[in-house]
């Protein structure tokens, strides 16, 4: 179990609304991720993080931005929610790059639909 | 770009019989390369992992994968299937520009027939 908590678990907000996602690690863990998942698409990188306010872009990260202040939390924002957004939101972590072949570790998942 | 393909969108196995799901990657270095799965409505567990000290990688639940770089394939195998193995499963590889970044395939979904 790698301490990670996702919250909220599910959420439903209206188009246009601003919504925060947050992930949470209690390891101190230097590396953390925000993917999405959709059917027929797997999982897709939209952010991630190589520690304290080191973010950077993944593959589908147009209408996100992400904040990492303290080690432990990762939080993922939409500015302005869109329908297209309504997914399934995994935060992962990665335990070290130096050790081969890190695997991510994920949490439970935040639902999230936007009408 | 780094990539991940996963060749069969589903695949569906008479319990008892092998299962065959099969992925590809893109890499001009050693990569790190990962099997996971998922249950119907419930979170990624990892299978198993590629380390360079093993071309044939054994995982959970009797699963196992084989690296072979020259067809650059790390498919995933499993003697006989059971009905608890039908779920989601997800190749993931090297994505994006250095070590930091892992891109999953697109997904196999597995299904086992009585």
């Known amino acids: 179990d790698a301490g990670i908590t996702q919250s909220p678990r599910h959420k439903v907000t209206e188009t246009g609304t601003p919504v925060t996602l947050r992930c949470h690690q209690t390891?101190?863990?230097?590396?953390m991720y925000w993917y999405r998942q959709d059917p027929g698409h797997g999982l897709r990188l939209i952010h991630y993080s190589y520690g304290v306010k080191d973010t950077d872009k993944g593959e589908v990260s147009d209408g996100y931005s992400v904040s990492r202040s303290k080690t432990e939390d990762f939080l993922l924002t939409l500015e302005s929610a869109t329908s297209s957004q309504t997914s399934v939101y995994f935060c992962a972590i990665r335990k070290a790059l130096s050790t081969e072949n890190s695997p991510l570790h994920f949490g439970n998942g935040t639902r999230l639909t936007v009408t | 770009a780094q990539s991940v393909t996963q060749l069969d969108s589903h695949v569906s196995v008479s319990e008892g019989t092998p299962v065959l799901l099969r992925c590809n990657y893109s890499s001009s270095y050693s990569p790190s390369l990962f099997w996971y799965v998922q249950h119907p409505n419930k979170g990624l567990q990892l299978l198993l992992k590629y380390t360079s000290a093993a071309t044939l990688v054994k995982g959970i639940n009797g699963f196992e994968a084989e690296f072979k770089k020259s067809e650059t394939s790390f498919h995933l195998t499993k003697p006989s299937a059971h009905m608890s193995d039908a779920a989601e499963y997800f190749c993931?590889?090297?994505?994006?520009?250095?070590?930091?970044?892992?891109?999953f395939g697109k997904g196999t979904k597995l299904s086992v027939i009585p």
């Open positions: 390891e101190n863990h230097r590396y």
């Open positions: 993931v590889g090297p994505g994006g520009a250095g070590s930091y970044q892992l891109t």
